[in-house]
């Protein structure tokens, strides 16, 4: 066989080289391959889904600008921490970073108006209401960076070291949460614990708290369950989060790769908000099955006392913003419709 052999490769040869050309060819100008290299920061462990979305969308954006543009990605707080996320970017120690607005409450004013609890669904409704939110507003605490996309989780829930069944077995208990999801404990009765998610799972470990309030992927995806055996059901408000990019960096971008980005925006809210629905469903299945998690429902009685407790925070939220010069009562407003229409 050694004629045949010799052919073999020959053809594979040419079949490389016309592939190479045609994608020569098919390059916009200016497109060589990796000629622009952004950083990208991320702040909690990879496995989680912040973390996915921004290797999803690294992924795509490569691939739609031909290879362009590459991006390398720090997950798990390497490059910017939670809190150091917005001023990180700012001044350019990361090109894009990833962060959740719950962490500053005070900072982002308008977009933290989903964490209101106002009935938002599941999070690619809750996705999709803050991207628009966010085009309509255009808030003055984003005016220093480009803005490229917004997610937000799934509704939060209770996850604990014991039973929550009712309002008694929640007083006092130390959860872990962070900005709007943090008032609803409290108005709960819980003795409220702010960290960002990337310090809860050591705080879990060292007893610092007995649980959390946060979106349920975590259970799978932080290995949650294996300390929290108990899940209590509230689907009460979801956790939004921002990526953004250095205002220098993006007006450095030429056009074309600008619009590929553009373009991604609201897509990517979207494929962020079905990953995270769907995952909080493989999630639960696993802690369930797999670590024996206790799933508790409340009673429709109970729930309403719960729901009860929550009434005035939306009011009061209305009330401090308008002092602070925010359309609030059309802020709302507008939460309540898009709900409507995406759900
Ligand atoms: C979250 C943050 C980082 C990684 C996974 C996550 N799942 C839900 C959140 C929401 C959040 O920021 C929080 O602190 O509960």
Known sequence: GEPKMKRKPDARLTLCLVVCLMTFLLMPIGAVAGSISLSYA????????????????????????????SIKTYPGGTLLGAKEMMDGVIAGQADIGNLCMAYQPGRFIVTNATSLPLGIPNARTGSLVLWDLYKKYQPEA???????????????????????RSLDDIQGMDLRASGGAAQILKAWGANQVGMPMSATPEALQKGVVQGLFSSLEVMKDLK??????????????IYPFAVVMNMDRWNALPPEVQKVIEDMGTEQAEWTGTYMDQHV?????????????DVIALDAATKKAWDQKLQFITDKWVTDAKAKGFPAEEIVADIQKLTQQYQ
Not at 49 to 68: D, I, L, S, Y
Not at 281 to 293: A, F
């Open 42 to 69: 991320n702040f909690p462990p990879a496995p989680t889904f912040p973390c996915v979305q921004m290797e999803r969308w690294k992924t795509e954006v490569e691939k739609r600008t031909n290879g362009a543009v």
């Open 142 to 164: 984003f005016s220093q960076v480009k803005v490229l996309t917004m997610f937000t989780t799934a509704p939060a829930n209770i996850m604990s070291k014991t039973a929550v």
């Open 281 to 293: 469903k493989d999630s639960m299945e696993w802690s369930v099955k797999e670590q024996k998690v």
């Open 224 to 237: 949650f369950a294996e300390s929290c055996k108990y899940v209590t059901m509230t689907d009460t408000v």
